[in-house]
């Protein structure tokens, strides 16, 4: 195994990465430590992800052995993919002025999104899977995907319009491309939560399942496409060509959201604190005893790593006395991976 894929799987405090072997695709997982938004640190952790995934293809001597066909974006959260953008921070910056953080939060959100858009400049297919709600900055994250897998009782949209501002990192220019200009400007301009259902009549939503059928979704479109994989990755460069997502575009935009946002009143700030408030008020009420609750990501997968001794203590502070695995086909996820 290569020190650069080793590098992906580095302990990270706001995602879980996993590897599939079988679908060749690497899963990132949100789990942040608090309200499931997109802090600097989640976000520094987004971006270090992918430049470690561009250091393995590029520059490995053997990147076939453990092949990256597809980019897997989804939540350990139960229920939450994403609520959006740290908006505590967003007032803080906004209530100081300070027009230098706040674009270098904006341009932190544009590093990741735009990269994903254009499947991290490799051959690579980048997935959403929403199994929950996916709110402003969520919904952009979800939507900068080639591909947006919703389960049936996910709700997304952007409802920044209610405190007088409007998502500004790359919102209108991947609605725009997916169901035209006019679609793009109702849904910024209603604020509206909207059902995955209704998003896939719309074609937003590339592909709606079932509640609890988010994974085999996945498993199924990576089988579908895989018959025809150099074919469906040019297409994807194809569309990049024809009308492409361009980096300048959304820095543009996103100067634009900041120049909004520094015009914002008391008032609107105050509509946006209820939102936090809100959300959180959902979210710990959904978590047992109050505590973050993970849903399992299926982390017991192994492959080749290097020798621990036994007896060791794993991050919940459980001692193992002895090796639990069952075969040397399974591979692991970041805890069972050595740096």
């Not at 120049?259 to 959300?279: C, S």
Request: charged letters at 25%; hydrophobic letters at 40%.
């Amino acid at each position: 195994m290569s020190e650069q894929f080793r590098n992906i799987f580095r302990d990270y405090s706001e995602i879980s990465v996993r590897y599939d072997r079988d679908q060749e695709a690497l899963w990132c997982y949100f789990k942040p430590n608090s309200r499931p938004c997109f802090s600097p640190l989640l976000l520094q952790e987004s971006r270090e992800i992918q430049q470690s995934i561009i250091t393995y293809l590029t520059t490995s001597d053997h990147p076939e052995k453990y092949p990256i066909r597809f980019l897997i974006l989804a939540s350990q959260i139960p229920g939450v993919f994403n609520f959006g953008g740290d908006l505590n921070l967003f007032v803080e910056l906004i209530e100081a002025q300070d027009r230098e953080q706040l674009l270098e939060y904006a341009k932190s959100c544009i590093d990741i999104c735009y990269m994903n858009a254009v499947s991290l400049q490799l051959p690579i297919t980048t997935i959403s899977l929403v199994q929950g709600s996916a709110l402003g900055g969520g919904f952009e994250s979800a939507l900068s995907s080639n591909v947006l897998i919703a389960e049936e009782h996910a709700e997304m949209g952007v409802p920044e319009i209610r405190f007088n501002l409007f998502p500004g990192m790359g919102a209108y220019s991947f609605l725009a491309r997916k169901c035209g200009t006019y679609t793009a400007e109702q849904v910024l301009r209603s604020g509206k939560i909207y059902r995955a259902a209704e998003l896939h009549d719309m074609h937003v939503v590339d592909v709606l399942v079932e509640s609890g059928g988010g994974h085999e979704a996945v498993d199924r479109y990576i089988k579908d496409h895989r018959r025809a994989l150099n074919g469906m990755q040019a297409i994807q460069t194809v569309k990049q060509f024809f009308d492409p997502i361009t980096y300048e575009e959304l820095i543009g935009i996103s100067k634009i959201w900041v120049n909004a946002a520094l015009k914002l009143t008391p008032a609107d700030l105050r509509v946006m604190q209820r939102i936090v408030a809100a959300q959180n008020r959902g979210f710990l009420k959904s978590s047992p005893a109050t505590r973050l609750h993970l849903v399992r990501t299926k982390q017991d997968r192994r492959m080749d790593y290097q020798k621990v001794s036994f007896p060791l203590v794993d991050r919940a502070g459980n001692q193992i006395h002895h090796d639990r695995r069952r075969s040397d086909r399974r591979e692991p996820g970041p805890m069972q991976m050595s740096s």
